[in-house]
């Protein structure tokens, strides 16, 4: 069964330093994956996606993701996190049989000053 | 990327009664998609909503209980027929671009008293 695993509930880390969201995933055939950000009281907006090509993927407010086939991993990475990144981050496969996302736990970030 | 509203942005209904959920999109897309969501938890989809066929509905989800209409390419609607404090919960839209990536409206607040 394809599946998406976030092993974090919550992250914390100091304004100013590189922050890691952790990603795993289970699926048959090439991964389509996915990061999406929620700010309290506010839908989700689409981050990133790796579907093919180079490994690391970068995408909106800094953000990029690394594509670890062997790991089977897609960790969401930003070099220097700023407050205003503190929100709940999902990840996200896609399942290819019948096009549904398959969405991991969520991780509740924390940026403190 | 689509730009997608949903209305009402929240509300408050007795059990008993129904409310419908609009989601409107700028531009024409296939595949529609309803999902739930508590607060601060991961998204469970309800339905997919493509034009021109009845909703797909995931296990859990009746179309007695929630009817969903697909009228064309750019709108839907969700019904949460009688409804009781259980339904309580965040509803989202979201539509699939040519890319293969979901945009989420901003969600409707619904709580039943």
């Known amino acids: 069964a394809q599946s998406v695993a976030q092993p974090e509930d919550q992250v914390n880390v100091a304004e100013g330093n590189p922050l890691t969201v952790k990603c795993t995933y289970s699926?048959?055939?090439?991964?389509?994956l996915f990061w999406y950000v929620q700010y309290p009281n506010r839908g989700l907006q689409f981050l990133l996606k790796?579907?093919?090509?180079d490994n690391l993927v970068k995408g909106s407010y800094g953000f990029e993701a690394e594509f670890n086939k062997s790991q089977t991993s897609f960790h969401l990475k930003k070099p220097s996190a700023l407050v205003s990144d503190s929100a709940l981050y999902f990840c996200?496969?896609?399942?290819?049989?019948?096009?549904?996302?398959?969405w991991g736990a969520g991780t509740k970030l924390i940026i403190k000053p | 990327s689509a730009v997608i509203s949903q209305k009402p942005s929240r509300d408050i209904c007795q059990r008993g009664t129904s409310l419908t959920i609009q989601c409107q999109v700028d531009?024409?897309?296939?595949?529609m998609f309803w999902y739930r969501q508590q607060p601060g938890q991961s998204l469970t989809l309800i339905a997919t909503?493509?034009?021109?066929?009845?909703?797909?509905?995931e296990s859990g989800f009746v179309i007695d209980k929630f009817p969903i209409s697909r009228p064309n390419l750019t709108f839907s609607t969700l019904t949460v027929s009688n409804m009781s404090p259980e339904d309580s919960s965040i509803y989202l839209c979201?539509?699939?671009?040519?890319?293969?990536?979901?945009?989420f409206g901003p969600g409707t607040r619904l709580l039943v008293l």
């Open positions: 979201s539509v699939e671009d040519r890319e293969e990536t979901q945009y």
């Open positions: 531009s024409q897309v296939t595949m």
């Open positions: 909503a493509n034009q021109g066929s009845e909703a797909t509905y």
């Open positions: 699926v048959s055939g090439n991964p389509y």
């Open positions: 790796y579907i093919t090509g």
């Open positions: 996200a496969v896609r399942d290819i049989s019948n096009y549904q996302l398959i």
